[in-house]
């Protein structure tokens, strides 16, 4: 099976609520995408939609090629993390993951594996009422991975986790992608995929506001600005100033200054005798380049 | 898909212990509360001042019980042969609720189930196989064999000619309004009949079965004491060894303490004149406990398995797991029926012991204390147990689909609790009138308990046939059936509202 999800002019209503409003957008296998938006843009109900929850009211959504409900043994093709609260509080985590197992001819052997690779075997025996969210996230992620499949879609994985456990996923995630498979994750705030999404796809309102590389998305957002280190920030801005840039006050003793190039800058505080410790090619974060994108959109600003 | 379904369903089931010990103590509940049942049941007989062993009531060649009490007037037969009689007479007494206490209360009449006739019966013991043909106080002239069977002749009563020929195993019956035109009534075949058996003229009376409504609205019913005395005449005996002279037999006659029978029978011959008084009836024993009396528990049985299939359905929706068994499982429609397909087979699995065991240790302990059970045949008892584990197996199904429809576990086990619970404790405990608790027998899922029912309604015996006394209204297998389909039904609409419905 491709692995690819195609999702083409969704629309939603429930009652008077608009909740998808021509959502389309394609993920490639080979990278996580990070589907991102507000809370109430859409992203869960597509996500539903996808894995045929949910029906549209217009519009399809496709998993490698078919629609999710078409799939047999479908957790061999995808593999969704949607609410990591949705368990038995009764029943062990070693024994979710067997029925689920079960469900499309997979044994135990496959359970023990996982939990395994999640690192969950030590508590695999006890009732999965007691987990922590961190226990619940990684049980959620083991079911996700059990039919070892080429889609995966996660929603809000990173919710409630402790920074242990983001750290965790952010790297399973990469890896799994670089197996090639196609990996979406939604998430509402974007730093929780920094270092980690190759692509986004931003949603707002029920539609599909940008979707775009990241490291494109960065580099515009940059836009060749110069990040300058300084004990006299003071003096630097007024000097940088003089000559024509327009200086922003940064973190701890930086100024970002757009318009002249680094080598000019460097030029310019020597010629003032303005001391400094380094001057760089300004980065922003993908939070910046973010809230940069969707400035204009009130829908998103939050 | 369907198969791995059904598994993933069944480790669902398994890996929750309440749920397992749930069907462990319905299946407990049933054992445990039939040995309590049987463990209560006593019953101890005197005579006179002397505790003796309860008489049983004698078996049929076939095993049952049947009561065999009436007046026989007899000659032997070797083989082939025959009797002719005219029943010219039938008169009696019957005995009425005290008008004054401690006053007897009789009146003179014949019950309309009074017979007297003429019988082949291959001995004066108790529960011998016969053939009779007869005159009835208001059903018109029958011929009845081996207790169980009846056939309808003309409508008329006394006077009316009556004819029994043996030939062989078979014996014909017939009828004649003047002793000229004749006509057949039934055949009866006895297989093994004996080459020497008795044939003459009898009498019997079963006892006044009277109705009465009570307060609440239910009813109950008393037999009171009645005998019947038939005139007859035109006697003729045909057949080798008839030549000897009339033997009177007054069978199944008990004996009071002081030895002298109890409401005996009698027999006066004038001339060609025969006077036969006789009370009792022949016919099945339908007074003594039943099998599925030992199978109380399954009542509180059924409310435990339905909490707990309740629960199995309605824990998809508590915590948002149906997302995921959708995820693993997308043609919804199927899920619902994988899931009651396991329930049903669970319970099914853990009611059966339960259901196989409880009778015969139940009735071993009641034979010990005095108290007998009816006997019934294998296929009977096999449909009972079965069916009484069946029972409990499609109210799980019943469970399952109503908590898949109605999401939440206390709205679904409040309704499947009305819907099979409430209509057969109504219906059976004598409050409502006996034509709604039918009623409420034939509509309601409730239905389905009538394949508890080991003994069958007889037309020619008079009885309190219902659901109070353990009568349903429709057959065994049939009422079954009702529940079934309202299990399906119910199932369908929770496979449609799952596939409409957005998950």
Same mark, same amino acid.
């Given at each position: 099976?491709?692995?690819?999800?195609?999702?083409?002019?969704?629309?939603?209503?429930?009652?008077?609520?608009?909740?998808?409003?021509?959502?389309?957008?394609?993920?490639?296998?080979?990278?996580?995408?990070?589907?991102?938006?507000?809370?109430?843009?859409?992203?869960? %109900? %597509?996500?539903?939609?996808?894995?045929?929850?949910?029906?549209?009211?217009?519009?399809?959504?496709?998993?490698?090629?078919?629609?999710?409900?078409?799939?047999?043994?479908?957790?061999?093709?995808?593999?969704?993390?949607?609410?990591?609260?949705?368990?038995?509080?009764?029943?062990?985590?070693?024994?979710?993951?067997?029925?689920?197992?079960?469900?499309?001819?997979?044994?135990?052997?496959?359970?023990?594996?996982?939990?395994?690779?999640?690192?969950?075997?030590?508590?695999?025996?006890?009732?999965?009422?007691?987990?922590?969210?961190?226990?619940?996230?990684?049980?959620?992620?083991?079911?996700?991975?059990?039919?070892?499949?080429?889609?995966?879609?996660?929603?809000?994985?990173?919710?409630?986790?402790?920074?242990?456990?983001?750290?965790?996923?952010?790297?399973?995630?990469?890896?799994?992608?670089?197996?090639?498979?196609?990996?979406?994750?939604?998430?509402?705030?974007?730093?929780?995929?920094?270092?980690?999404?190759?692509?986004?796809?931003?949603?707002?309102?029920?539609?599909?506001?940008?979707?775009?590389?990241?490291?494109?998305?960065?580099?515009?957002?940059?836009?060749?600005?110069?990040?300058?280190?300084?004990?006299?920030?003071?003096?630097?801005?007024?000097?940088?100033?003089?000559?024509?840039?327009?200086?922003?006050?940064?973190?701890?003793? %930086?100024?970002?200054?757009?318009?002249?190039?680094?080598?000019?800058?460097?030029?310019?505080?020597?010629?003032?005798?303005?001391?400094?410790?380094?001057?760089?090619?300004?980065?922003? %974060?993908?939070?910046?380049?973010?809230?940069?994108?969707?400035?204009?959109?009130?829908?998103?600003?939050? | 898909?369907?198969?791995?379904?059904?598994?993933?369903?069944?480790?669902?089931?398994?890996?929750?212990?309440?749920?397992?010990?749930?069907?462990?103590?319905?299946?407990?509940?049933?054992?445990?509360? $039939?040995?309590?049942?049987?463990?209560?049941?006593?019953?101890?007989?005197? @005579?006179?001042?002397?505790?003796?062993?309860?008489?049983? *009531?004698?078996?049929?060649?076939?095993?049952?019980?049947?009561?065999?009490?009436?007046?026989?007037?007899?000659?032997?037969?070797?083989?082939?042969?025959?009797?002719?009689?005219?029943?010219?007479?039938?008169?009696?007494?019957?005995?009425?609720?005290?008008?004054? *206490?401690?006053?007897?209360?009789?009146?003179?009449?014949?019950?309309?189930?009074?017979?007297?006739?003429? /019988?082949?019966?291959?001995?004066?013991?108790?529960?011998?196989?016969?053939?009779?043909?007869?005159? =009835?106080?208001?059903?018109?002239?029958?011929? @009845?064999?081996?207790?169980?069977?009846?056939?309808?002749?003309?409508?008329?009563?006394?006077?009316?000619?009556?004819?029994?020929?043996?030939?062989?195993?078979?014996?014909?019956?017939?009828?004649?309004?003047?002793?000229?035109?004749?006509?057949?009534?039934?055949?009866?075949?006895?297989?093994?009949? #004996?080459?020497?058996?008795?044939?003459?003229?009898?009498?019997?009376?079963?006892?006044?079965?009277?109705?009465?409504?009570?307060?609440?609205?239910?009813?109950?019913?008393?037999?009171?004491?009645?005998?019947?005395?038939?005139?007859?005449?035109?006697?003729?005996?045909?057949?080798? $060894?008839?030549?000897?002279?009339?033997?009177?037999?007054?069978?199944?006659?008990?004996?009071?303490?002081?030895?002298?029978?109890?409401? *005996?029978?009698?027999?006066? $011959?004038?001339?060609?004149?025969? #006077?036969?008084?006789?009370?009792?009836?022949?016919?099945?024993? =339908?007074?003594?406990?039943?099998? &599925?009396?030992?199978?109380?528990?399954?009542?509180?049985?059924?409310?435990?398995?339905?909490?707990?299939?309740?629960?199995?359905?309605? #824990?998809?929706?508590?915590?948002?797991?149906?997302?995921?068994?959708?995820?693993?499982?997308?043609?919804?429609?199927? /899920?619902?029926?994988?899931?009651?397909?396991?329930?049903?087979?669970?319970?099914?699995?853990?009611?059966?012991?339960?259901?196989?065991?409880?009778? *015969?240790?139940?009735?071993?302990?009641?034979?010990?204390?005095?108290?007998?059970?009816?006997?019934?045949?294998?296929?009977?008892?096999?449909?009972?147990?079965?069916?009484?584990?069946?029972?409990?197996?499609?109210?799980?199904?019943?469970?399952?689909?109503?908590?898949?429809?109605?999401?939440?576990?206390?709205?679904? #086990?409040?309704?499947?609790?009305?819907?099979?619970?409430?209509?057969?404790?109504?219906?059976?405990?004598?409050?409502?009138?006996?034509?709604?608790?039918?009623?409420?027998?034939?509509? =309601?899922?409730?239905?389905?308990?009538?394949?508890?029912?080991?003994?069958?309604?007889?037309?020619?015996?008079?009885?309190?046939?219902?659901?109070?006394?353990?009568?349903?209204?429709?057959?065994?297998?049939?009422?079954?059936?009702?529940?079934?389909?309202?299990?399906?039904?119910?199932?369908?609409?929770?496979?449609?509202?799952? &596939?409409?419905?957005?998950?």
């Amino acid at each position: 099976m491709e692995a690819t999800i195609e999702v083409s002019g969704l629309r939603k209503r429930y009652g008077r609520t608009t909740a998808l409003d021509g959502m389309t957008f394609r993920v490639r296998p080979g990278r996580v995408t990070g589907f991102v938006g507000p809370n109430g843009a859409g992203k869960s %109900t %597509t996500m539903r939609v996808v894995l045929g929850l949910d029906a549209p009211d217009e519009g399809h959504a496709l998993v490698g090629g078919r629609p999710y409900r078409s799939l047999r043994r479908p957790l061999t093709h995808v593999g969704a993390l949607l609410d990591v609260g949705a368990l038995q509080p009764g029943r062990s985590g070693r024994d979710h993951l067997l029925w689920l197992a079960h469900s499309q001819g997979l044994g135990a052997r496959r359970v023990d594996e996982l939990l395994d690779l999640v690192g969950l075997a030590p508590a695999a025996r006890r009732r999965a009422g007691g987990y922590s969210l961190g226990m619940r996230g990684r049980l959620g992620i083991a079911a996700a991975l059990l039919g070892d499949p080429p889609v995966l879609m996660l929603d809000e994985p990173f919710n409630g986790l402790d920074p242990e456990g983001i750290v965790w996923i952010r790297g399973f995630l990469r890896s799994l992608a670089a197996e090639g498979r196609a990996v979406l994750v939604s998430s509402h705030l974007m730093s929780e995929l920094q270092d980690t999404a190759g692509h986004l796809v931003v949603a707002g309102r029920g539609r599909v506001v940008a979707d775009v590389g990241v490291d494109e998305l960065i580099a515009t957002a940059s836009r060749a600005r110069v990040t300058v280190r300084t004990a006299a920030s003071p003096e630097a801005a007024r000097a940088l100033a003089g000559a024509g840039a327009t200086v922003t006050v940064g973190e701890r003793d %930086t100024l970002v200054v757009s318009g002249p190039p680094a080598e000019d800058v460097v030029r310019l505080l020597g010629a003032c005798g303005v001391p400094f410790s380094e001057v760089s090619a300004y980065r922003a %974060t993908l939070e910046e380049a973010y809230l940069d994108l969707t400035g204009g959109f009130s829908g998103v600003v939050r | 898909m369907t198969a791995r379904l059904l598994r993933a369903e069944w480790t669902k089931l398994r890996t929750v212990r309440g749920w397992m010990a749930g069907l462990a103590a319905s299946s407990l509940l049933v054992l445990g509360l $039939g040995l309590l049942f049987a463990a209560g049941g006593h019953s101890s007989c005197s @005579q006179g001042p002397v505790e003796v062993p309860c008489p049983t *009531p004698p078996l049929s060649r076939d095993g049952r019980a049947v009561e065999d009490r009436f007046f026989f007037v007899s000659r032997s037969l070797d083989g082939d042969g025959g009797i002719t009689a005219r029943v010219t007479a039938m008169n009696g007494q019957i005995r009425l609720p005290d008008a004054t *206490p401690g006053v007897r209360n009789v009146v003179s009449g014949v019950v309309p189930w009074a017979k007297a006739g003429i /019988m082949v019966k291959e001995s004066t013991k108790q529960g011998a196989a016969y053939a009779a043909v007869m005159v =009835t106080g208001a059903h018109g002239v029958r011929m @009845q064999h081996d207790f169980t069977e009846d056939v309808a002749g003309s409508a008329g009563g006394a006077p009316r000619w009556l004819r029994l020929t043996r030939t062989g195993e078979t014996i014909t019956g017939e009828e004649s309004p003047d002793g000229r035109r004749w006509t057949t009534v039934g055949t009866a075949r006895l297989t093994g009949l #004996a080459h020497r058996v008795r044939i003459g003229l009898f009498a019997a009376s079963p006892g006044d079965v009277r109705v009465v409504r009570n307060p609440l609205g239910g009813s109950a019913s008393a037999s009171r004491f009645t005998e019947v005395t038939a005139t007859m005449d035109e006697v003729t005996v045909r057949g080798a $060894g008839t030549g000897g002279t009339w033997s009177r037999d007054d069978i199944g006659v008990e004996l009071g303490p002081d030895g002298n029978p109890h409401h *005996p029978g009698a027999f006066v $011959g004038n001339g060609g004149t025969f #006077a036969l008084t006789g009370t009792g009836d022949i016919a099945p024993d =339908t007074s003594n406990g039943r099998i &599925e009396h030992a199978l109380t528990g399954v009542l509180i049985a059924l409310v435990v398995v339905v909490a707990v299939m309740v629960s199995f359905a309605t #824990a998809e929706y508590r915590r948002g797991l149906i997302r995921t068994t959708l995820l693993a499982g997308p043609r919804r429609g199927r /899920m619902a029926v994988a899931k009651a397909v396991v329930a049903g087979a669970a319970t099914f699995a853990f009611a059966l012991p339960a259901t196989a065991v409880t009778p *015969p240790l139940a009735r071993g302990i009641l034979r010990g204390n005095g108290v007998f059970t009816l006997p019934v045949g294998t296929l009977t008892e096999v449909r009972v147990v079965v069916g009484v584990a069946a029972l409990l197996a499609v109210a799980a199904v019943l469970a399952v689909a109503l908590g898949l429809l109605f999401r939440r576990g206390a709205a679904a #086990a409040v309704a499947a609790i009305t819907a099979l619970v409430v209509p057969y404790v109504l219906a059976t405990a004598s409050i409502l009138p006996d034509e709604v608790s039918r009623w409420l027998l034939r509509l =309601t899922p409730a239905a389905g308990f009538a394949v508890q029912q080991s003994i069958p309604e007889y037309a020619h015996v008079i009885g309190h046939y219902a659901p109070a006394a353990g009568y349903f209204p429709l057959p065994p297998w049939a009422g079954f059936a009702v529940l079934c389909a309202y299990a399906v039904v119910a199932l369908g609409l929770a496979a449609y509202r799952l &596939e409409r419905r957005d998950a």
